[in-house]
């Protein structure tokens, strides 16, 4: 799963059209800023950012564990128990996760598909049992659950499908009692290495506009997807980092649990 880029670059506007095939889905997104208007706009609404991160426990999952207790944040991660019983250090990992009240533990299904998206979805059942499989193993307690390499959601007045398999699989799911959340917005990152495609401030612009210009699929709520692996320089030197205290600095950002997103 190696995700393309192709970017272009011009001096009053950054137009980056991005076709990802990492989670199995394509993504495009475009921004327009002209490159003097990159600082913070005042304002005073009240943004509330879901920060979320799948696949793990993955190597960077100790970091961002690390990572949410030092800024003190909500966040949500959805795991995936295949990668969770690979061996003792990543059960340790997963036991931080489990310690940590600042991370909301959701579903991400037991294998990820094996990574063969349409396989996998055309068998709802054996999806449910697979999700069901994740949920005993791990120990998940509540009922959140991420598709993978969807984005899709079931929630009490929300249905979106992203045109690919898998629609029945995500009623199948909601029917059994999980609230389905795909993401507003992904910060892709390289198969390979596991660098962030897009900088910091590139991040920070797309999140404000989108929050600003309403295009968020609940109004002034914005789920971040982000992956375990991105993040394994430490959190110091960490983008991560760099984008929480940015969104904090602004003062009308909160970071909040997928459990308290708007049905
Ligand atoms: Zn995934």
Request: glycine share 6%.
């Amino acid at each position: 799963m190696k995700p393309m880029m192709a970017a272009f670059f011009s001096k009053k506007s950054i137009t980056a059209f991005i076709f990802i095939f990492g989670c199995g889905i394509s993504v495009m997104a475009q921004s327009q800023v002209p490159s003097s208007a990159m600082q913070h706009k005042k304002d005073s609404t009240i943004y509330t950012i879901y920060l979320s991160f799948d696949d793990g426990p993955l190597e960077g999952s100790e970091d961002i564990n690390d990572a949410v207790q030092k800024e003190d944040i909500k966040v949500n991660v959805f795991v995936v128990g295949m990668h969770a019983f690979a061996s003792a250090r990543m059960q340790r990992f997963y036991k931080l996760y489990e310690a940590d009240p600042h991370i909301e533990i959701g579903n991400h299904s037991y294998t990820h598909a094996h990574d063969h998206y349409n396989l996998y979805y055309a068998k709802p059942d054996s999806v449910l049992r697979d999700f069901e499989k994740n949920q005993l193993e791990l120990g998940i307690k509540n009922k959140l659950a991420r598709l993978p390499g969807r984005n899709m959601w079931r929630l009490k007045d929300l249905v979106i499908n992203d045109n690919i398999t898998g629609r029945q699989a995500a009623d199948t799911l909601y029917k059994s009692g999980y609230r389905v959340f795909g993401w507003d917005l992904e910060w892709q990152h390289s198969g390979e290495t596991g660098i962030p495609l897009q900088s910091v401030n590139e991040m920070v612009e797309i999140i404000e506009r989108k929050l600003r210009e309403g295009k968020t699929i609940r109004k002034n709520q914005l789920v971040l997807l982000a992956h375990d692996e991105m993040f394994r320089n430490g959190w110091e030197e960490s983008e991560l980092k760099q984008l929480i205290l940015k969104l904090k600095s602004f003062g009308n950002y909160r970071f909040e649990h997928l459990s308290n997103y708007p049905d």
